[in-house]
Every structure is written in C-alpha cells, then in structure tokens.
C-alpha cells in the first residue's frame, strides 16, 4: 500500500530462494510455498482491514483465478526481475511465483506493517521491501534494481487521490524495462463510477497500450485487470 516509507526498515531477503531449493528436507523456503493456510490468510486480511480501513481497500484477498489472470504478465524463462505492490496477504504472490523461472527475482512492496510481517513469516522466500509505492524507483535503486520485467499491483486505487495515482503510474512507467507490462484490477461494479473512469483516463495518459481483459467472474467482487505497456513519460 503507499504512504510514508518507515525509517530505518529495510527488505528482508537480497537472494531469495528458488523452486527445488528445499528438495530432500533441507529447510530452505521453497519459492511458492505458503505456510500459512488459507483461513489463517482470509484472518490476517480481516483484522488487517478493520484496523487500517484507509489502506486496506479489498472486500477480501483476491481469488486463485484472478491472481492467476494477473501474473500472466510474469515472464516464465531468463533472469526476470517482477514487482508487486500492495502485496497484502500474498493472494497474488504464489500466482507469480509459480510463472517466475528459478533465476527470477521476486520483489513485494508493502506499506502495512502487520501485512509485511504476515508476508515475511508466511512467505520466506518472498522479498519484501517496506514502504511507499510513491517512492517505487528509490526502493528499488536501493535493493540494487535499475529496472523491472513486470509490475502487478493489488493497490486499492479508489482511496488514492487523483495526484497520487498519477505519481504512482509515473514511478512504475519509470522503471519498466522495454517490453515489459504492468497490470492492475479494475472492480467490475465500479467501472461506471467516476472515480474509475478518471483512473483509467490516467492510465491511458501514462501509458500508451492499455487492455482490459475478461471478467474474472470467480472472484468476491467480479474483476477484470488493466494490462498496460510503454509509458508514454520516458
């Protein structure tokens, strides 16, 4: 989620893990794997949401099937670096992670301090950086990271103002390598409201390819996803 990096709060894990890595009982996380089950996910967002309500703007985790559509965009072979913002509970982590080849990079940036620690106990592999999706490009710098092949974001964009979604594109059109795609969820029940509009208005500003894929109609709500590519603010 995005509001003000907390100092002195770095992202856990320079290298993480890889499929495999954990083969023959070693104890090594294994990429992918949640501990956690999915009650104790369902919990976590619950408590999460009625404490920080103006950070936490989902009904509930997104489901397997719309996590899924989302990491589409994840390349499956090289050396991939891929972002997520607003990771929450890692409803979407696992869905990338399971595209992401052995060599890729895996990077989540999480704002809610109980969320983060959710993630790094229940997902070890996962590298999580706290802070602001505002200061993406900085974040990234410093955890070594000059470029991205993917962003997928489950930031809730409606509690945003119309200058912070704007800043937030910027930042992730600015560290998108060519040829890479980000991706993002629009509610099916609010695409006619005037806050949507507006947004997708600004992403079409930011970026020069937007798709709006199918209704992902398993999930609490029905959601379609936004996958934009080649900002258009080089």
Known sequence: MSAPQQPGEQRTETHPSHP???AGGTGVPVRGDNSGSVVDEYRTFVVRALREPATIGAVI???????????RVVPTSGQPVVVELGPGTGALS?????????AGRHIAVELDTGM????????PWLEVIQGDAMQLGKLLREAGVDSVDAVVSGLPWSLFSGESQTRILDEVGGVLAPG????TIAYAHALGLSGARLFRRRLGRAFD??????TVWRNVPPARTYVCRRPSRR
């Open 61 to 71: 985790p997104s489901s397997p099937v719309l996590a899924r559509e989302m990491a």
């Open 180 to 183: 890479a795609a980000f991706t």
């Open 94 to 102: 696992g869905a990338v992670a399971e595209r992401l080849p052995a």
């Open 20 to 22: 495999g890595d954990s």
């Open 209 to 214: 390819e937007v798709v709006t894929t199918r």
């Open 116 to 123: 983060v620690e959710h993630l790094r106990s229940s997902m």
